[in-house]
């Protein structure tokens, strides 16, 4: 497939795995941040053709996984209201809350819809004006763009019948919980390249000075992240710490500006609780005062909603870096994708979905 097969290739994977295998001479333990990065590592195998003294952790940059549990207790209350069109993405469908899942929800009923973009949404809420449209806002730096536009839009046209159940979380306070952390191992990043694609990468250079950790910018297929691993290694092992991309094709380092406005004209940055992980500081988005209209939790004024997550659960170290899935004495057995007991398990782009679907146990 054109743009996919050549950075698939085998002949120029070996000439890389070469090319590692001669750079390293000490033990480095390099985090990949995006789900999407894990996946394709634990597919392809990338971390086999690594040298021993390399090891891959895996970061957490999953959406699915780091949304914490309340928040999808609180779209399960209210998908289940009749008067309510709960759209979503379709990944979110399956999470199981306290409880239940959305599927479910729309088993038994409810009225939930998979929409492919936020605006899908809005055109639902104009079609149903005696209906509540909610749509399900969830993840990193690249889907708030769209949702943004959403809101504004609505907001624009004088739309009052949408809202948004905000949970998007932001990497680069996320990576910094990481290294400032005393169990911390991580020492270089492979950053989530479609991040940077809107937001750039001027962020990253005070965080690798800091705390004197190489940050690559990389992408996705095979080709991207053992050239992502070669580029690391090559500054840890002459003792650099800078950012750098190698994900040209797509990552400017001032990112998409357009954006990025829109992303500040619609949400601030607050607190926010990351799923297995707990509350970091400044790491999420929530809307400004002048939406409040547009944000389910205030629209729907659920109060408080307690969860519980397992006791067995380690999904906070593996999304850390701290433990790997199979050290779980849960994972495979108790835990599967099937009938997952923490955040990890939820989603194909999760650490510990991606060592059961693949067979990894080391
Ligand atoms: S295998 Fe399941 S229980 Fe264990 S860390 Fe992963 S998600 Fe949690």
Known sequence: ??????????????????????????????????????HAIVKFGIDTLLPEKIQLVHGPGCPVCVTPLEIIDRALVIAAQ????FCSFGDMLRVPGSSTD???VKAQGGDVRIVYSPLDAVKIARDNPQQEV????????????????????????????FSLLVSHVLVPPAMEA???????????????????????????????????????????????????????????????????????????????THAQDLITKVFCVV???????????????????????????IKFNLG??????????????????????HECPAFGVECTPEHPLGATMVSSEGACSAYYRYKRIS
């Open 271 to 297: 607190p926010r609780k990351w799923r297995g992980i707990g509350e970091i500081p400044q790491s999420g988005l929530a809307l400004r005062s002048e939406y409040k209209d547009y944000d389910a939790e």
């Open 102 to 104: 959305l599927l479910s």
């Open 82 to 85: 009749k008067q309510v069109i």
């Open 134 to 161: 909610v749509f399900f806002a969830v993840g990193f730096e690249t889907t708030a763009p769209a949702n943004a536009m959403a809101v504004y839009q609505a907001k624009e046209s004088g739309l009052r019948n």
């Open 178 to 256: 990481i290294l400032s952390s005393k169990a911390n191992r991580v020492q270089g990043f492979l950053a989530a390249g479609h991040v940077c694609a809107v937001m750039g990468y001027t962020e990253y250079p005070p965080i690798a000075a800091k705390y004197q950790v190489p940050i690559i910018v990389t992408g996705f297929e095979p080709l991207d992240i053992l050239h992502g691993i070669a580029m690391c290694v090559e500054q840890l092992e002459s003792g650099r710490h800078e950012v750098e991309n190698q994900y040209t094709r797509s990552v400017t380092k001032q990112g998409n």
């Open 304 to 325: 408080n909603i307690k969860t519980q997550e397992s006791p067995e659960c380690i999904s906070g170290l593996v999304l850390q870096g701290i433990k790997k899935p």
């Open 1 to 38: 497939m054109k743009y996919s097969d050549e950075y698939r290739d085998p002949k120029l994977a070996g000439q890389l795995s070469r090319q590692i295998h001669k750079i390293t001479t000490r033990p480095w333990v390099i985090m990949e941040v995006c789900g999407g990065q894990t």
